[in-house]
């Protein structure tokens, strides 16, 4: 595989594999594994009525394959009365083994 990945937003489409890739980086981090229905319960959040509550990047690379993921959520400015949405506290999946290989 050769190609850097590019990051873009995340589609509904891409839910599934983003599930996948939460569980993968549960495992890494020994926590327990997610929600059976992570993909649906982010689909709420990200792209259910409203603003969203939460956004969403995924590192894809060439082929098409998802290889990573980064969330944030908006922070809101009691001083300010804003929502900023700043990635202060982002969820970042490790690199997988595709991702890693990429450059190769």
Partial sequence: MTGAPRVRHARAADLARVAELAAEHA???????????????LNGLLFGDGTPRLHRLVAELPDGE????????????????????????????????AWASAGS
């Fill in 27 to 41: 495992t890494y981090e020994k926590a327990g594994p997610p929600a059976s229905d992570l993909a649906a319960r």
């Fill in 66 to 97: 998802l290889v990573g993921y980064a969330t944030c959520a908006p922070e809101v400015s009691t001083w300010e009365g804003t929502d900023t949405c700043t990635w202060t506290a982002p969820s970042c999946a490790p690199p997988t083994a």
